[in-house]
């Protein structure tokens, strides 16, 4: 199973605005140069999560598109609040495995529903339309650069 990068995003600061990156340093066991959840600014939801469970999220292309033929509504890549789009893999497969992201290595941690913090900064109703396709939340185990069109493949 080989997916691909296709766009890259961080926000410096809770409810601040996505930036997309051609490429991202990613930190082992912290997250993303400049991402709000590297710095410890992000929101945080009072539900516990796994550890590393915010060090990077990752949303398919494919369920953005599901849910524009399914609804007419348009989440862009800087609206969905991931930090990874990616095409052609099935990251829910990826829980609790390893997985490597051009030269980083990641573990699948948890699923990443939608929140209502979601829908009150996009002001579109996307919760029901994304409920179990809403991406996942990986570890770093490795860090490095994250680029663009990098491979995605789990590791045997």
Known sequence: MTGEVVAIHIAPGAGLP???????EAITGEGLVGDRYRERIGFYSPTPTDPGARELTLIEAESLEGVLRETGIVLAPEEHRRNITTRAIDLNALLGKRFRIG????????????????????????MKPLVHRGGVRARIVEGGWIRVGDPIQEIS
């Not at 996505?18 to 991202?24: I, K, V």
Request: overall charge neutral; charged content about 25%; some cysteine.
């Open 103 to 126: 030269e980083v290595v990641c573990e699948g941690v948890r699923l990443c529903p939608p929140c209502k913090h979601l829908e009150e900064i996009t002001g579109k109703k996307i």
């Open 18 to 24: 996505m930036h997309g990156l051609l490429s991202a």
